[in-house]
């Protein structure tokens, strides 16, 4: 049953107006506190979690004063993410941290970085002895990386951390890096689930977006990792963006029906401060991007939802679609979104230990000379309230589109239909959320838009679109 609450919220028939037009800024939402309020005067309360045992479920850390996570029987399970930052290309609507302009001496010489890096986590006693249960490779593009350094990475990482546990191992690859011997030789590193940045098949959309790959060199890809026997494969899809039409975006959505991936993520075109799009709008003194509007991505998204699910495939986020759901897992984002500790290694890479988050050194020197000098290579931190970290998970599991609230309860000791009453009935009321039993769900249409709804359960200090 629904628990009762008061709240002071009006009965709505709509929710506020979406911005029509694409204007410069980030939307998505990944974490919590947002990144703009992480801080480097916080990086001391990192250096100290470090310092102790993981977190014990069913216990408090009385040090951090925030709940501890996962099941009472089983300690804070341990993912790994490496951050490799090297391109062929950078797209106009690239903003991670990836550099087109490095030798092999350099990659060499970060890869040596990573490895160090992780050596002095190893050591740490927040790791306690745990194997990382799930581990992603990350960029950049991983796949710019030749057999020999893969394997030389991948070595050291096993040495330092073994791989005997491991549930799972996603790697980001671009197609147009793939040859037949770069597949087999990550298949033959233990990857279970690469995920290919397709991002659109018309070769003209790609070029003019600055993408690396053309959809030749797609089909080839993915036929061979077929071949090679790959237990998941995910492909990754962008609506909206430049230059994108209703013709060509129906036209990708059919040849990625007909590839029968596994998975598929799809994301709506968003243009963040750093990106090329926006530095030519800035230049241009324009306001609105030149991509389609959030209306249109929206319903772009849901005719590509609606065309996976004639053959078969389920919704299973705001982001993705599964031929599969008992078959395929994402065991990273699992994790991440229920509050596992996330090991974080490599340039402007952020993660979580101990009820703490933070990100590394955004700048490829600074990260090398903090290394190199036998130093953690942290910039800044944040150490959540517990009700921040309670506040960071239900978020993220609502893009899910649905949760259980008695799990909630159980872990955080609250129910979330009293702790977060008033977006909760907010939301209902706009028509984008459903509650039954112990089910709390979101509409197709609020699962749509699902990054722009959270922002109604941030904290009042953290409404200032300081989002980046």
């Not at 990625?256 to 991936?261: G, H, I, L, N, T």
């Not at 926006?278 to 209306?295: C, F, I, N, S, T």
């Not at 230990?353 to 931190?381: I, T």
Request: with cysteine; net charge neutral.
């Amino acid at each position: 049953m629904s628990v009762p609450v008061t709240t002071n919220v009006p009965a709505k028939a709509t929710a506020p107006p979406l911005r029509h037009e694409t204007t410069a800024g980030n939307y998505f939402v990944s974490n919590y506190p947002p990144f703009g309020f992480w801080n480097p005067e916080f990086v001391p309360d990192f250096q100290a979690a470090l310092e102790r045992p993981p977190a014990q479920p069913g216990t408090r850390n009385s040090e951090l004063e925030t709940p501890l996570t996962h099941h009472a029987s089983r300690i804070t399970p341990l993912g790994l993410y490496a951050h490799i930052p090297f391109c062929r290309k950078r797209c106009h609507f690239c903003y991670f941290k990836v550099y087109t302009d490095k030798d092999s001496s350099e990659v060499r010489g970060y890869l040596d970085a990573l490895l160090a890096e992780l050596t002095v986590y190893a050591s740490k006693p927040v790791i306690g002895g745990r194997k990382p249960r799930f581990i992603y490779f990350g960029g950049g593009t991983p796949s710019y990386l030749s057999p020999d350094q893969l394997r030389f990475l991948t070595d050291g990482m096993k040495r330092l951390l073994p791989w005997d546990e491991v549930e799972e191992v996603t790697f980001e690859a671009e197609p147009g890096t793939l040859t037949d011997h770069k597949l087999q030789a990550i298949r033959d590193l233990g990857v279970t689930r690469l995920s290919l940045g397709i991002e659109h098949f018309d070769d003209h959309i790609l070029e003019i977006n600055g993408r690396a790959h053309r959809s030749k060199e797609i089909a080839r890809a993915y036929a061979y990792a077929r071949e090679i026997g790959f237990p998941q494969i995910n492909i990754d899809l962008i609506a909206g963006m430049v230059e994108e039409t209703e013709d060509k975006w129906r036209e990708t959505v059919a040849k990625a029906v007909e590839m029968r991936p596994d998975s598929v993520t799809i994301y709506q075109m968003e243009v963040p401060f750093n990106t090329g799009i926006y530095q030519q709008m800035k230049a241009g003194g324009k306001l609105v991007a030149p991509v389609a509007d959030w209306e249109t991505k929206r319903a772009w998204v849901d005719y590509a939802y609606r065309e996976f699910e004639k053959v078969g495939y389920t919704v299973t986020s705001g982001t993705t679609v599964v031929r599969d759901p008992a078959k395929v897992k994402f065991v990273y984002r699992e994790g991440l979104f229920s509050g596992a500790d996330i090991l974080s290694v490599g340039v402007a890479s952020f993660g979580h230990l101990n009820g703490v988050h933070y990100q590394n050194h955004h700048e490829f020197q600074p990260y090398l000379d903090a290394v190199n000098a036998g130093k953690l290579p942290v910039y800044r931190a944040l150490r959540p309230a517990a009700d921040e970290l309670y506040l960071r998970e239900f978020m993220l599991g609502l893009k899910l589109g649905s949760v259980s609230a008695a799990h909630y309860t159980q872990k955080f000791g609250t129910d979330p239909r009293v702790q977060f009453a008033t977006p909760l009935a907010t939301l209902k009321a706009w028509g984008f959320l459903t509650d039954s039993g112990d089910r709390i769900g979101v509409t197709r249409e609020g699962l749509l838009q699902i990054d722009r709804l959270l922002h109604e359960f941030f904290k009042p200090e953290h409404k200032t679109g300081r989002y980046a």
